[in-house]
């Protein structure tokens, strides 16, 4: 079977994109990723973005990362309680 290869869609491609960086995609998936890469721009800021954030990290962990922003919030949120004047009801 050679037929034109079936277009993947943003969702997958997300889905792909820790796999595709860790080289553990098939060649016709990375071939089907990249051509989605290469049409959608929503995608390849996607691709960068997480590169960027690996490249910062220094490894591949998105969940960390996702957890470092939940802590950020976290602390934000204590500080605004911790403040015994800023809520005098
Ligand atoms: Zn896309």
Do not use: N
């Not at 553990?24 to 973005?49: I, K, N, P, T, W």
């Not at 490249?55 to 922003?69: K, M, T």
């Amino acid at each position: 079977m050679s037929g034109s290869p079936e277009m993947l869609s943003c969702r997958e491609v997300v889905e792909l994109v820790t796999e595709y960086l860790e080289g553990a995609l098939s060649e016709a998936e990375e071939v089907r990723f990249e051509e989605h890469l290469a049409m959608c721009d929503g995608c390849a800021a996607y691709l960068d973005q997480m590169r960027t954030t690996i490249a910062l990290a220094g490894r591949l962990d998105p969940e960390a990362v996702d957890l470092e922003a939940c802590d950020r919030l976290m602390h934000a949120f204590r500080g605004w309680k911790a403040d015994p004047e800023g809520r005098a009801e």
